[in-house]
């Protein structure tokens, strides 16, 4: 009697478990809406984009951040970074503190060319605000060496922000594999840069 008493209890202690390590698999992060994610970071929704690029429509980039670039592909930002974020993607210095994650691709030839940033913003950050603070920043730029034509952010299903200026046609294709790459992704903004 006893025996089955302890394989009983044996047996609901290691289903327990098991049901306890198998609710922290999976790696999908909570969107701000309480749904999971289904990007790990930003360089995974960046890639999930490019990936949708025809070979035509690909030009040459880089990614990440100027100490850790990563050539022909986008790469991870490091967000302590500050000015960097601001000068080189536009992201304004009270909207730093949001940002959890962000990854980076940017035209090889000109940042002006294609610019694009995505960002994880910590849990309760404003989106919106967040959006219209960066479009105030970059439509507000004094413009180097050329200016962009259009400036698109673009909401990825609720935890994402991706931050996107440059030359119209090549924005018109980036637009349109995000939105065809990414599940819930939505343009929050398009804009002309004047």
């Not at 394989?7 to 909570?30: D, N």
């Not at 790990?40 to 999930?48: C, E, I, R």
């Not at 935890?159 to 790459?181: P, S, T």
Request: proline residues 2%; contains cysteine.
């Amino acid at each position: 009697m006893v025996i089955k008493m302890m394989k009983k209890t044996v047996m609901f202690i290691m289903t327990a478990v098991m049901v306890f390590s198998l609710s922290g698999c999976g790696g999908k992060e909570e969107n701000q809406g309480g749904k999971e994610s289904l990007y790990a970071d930003g360089l995974a929704v960046l890639n999930q984009v490019v990936k949708a690029y025809s070979e035509d429509e690909l030009f040459a980039m880089y990614g990440g951040d100027q100490e850790n670039a990563v050539m022909d592909a986008p790469g991870k930002f490091d967000i302590s970074k500050t000015e960097e974020l601001e000068n080189v993607l536009g992201i304004p210095a009270d909207q730093i503190s949001n940002i959890e994650d962000a990854a980076s691709m940017v035209h090889m030839m000109n940042a002006n060319t294609f610019t694009g940033g995505v960002y994880r913003l910590k849990e309760g950050a404003d989106m919106d605000a967040f959006a219209d603070s960066a479009a105030d920043c970059i439509l507000a730029k004094q413009w180097i060496c050329g200016q962009p034509d259009t400036l698109v952010i673009i909401n990825v299903d609720g935890r994402y922000v991706i931050v996107a200026y440059g030359e119209a046609e090549i924005m018109e294709i980036f637009k349109n594999n995000a939105l065809k790459a990414l599940d819930g992704a939505q343009v929050m903004t398009e804009a002309p840069v004047a």
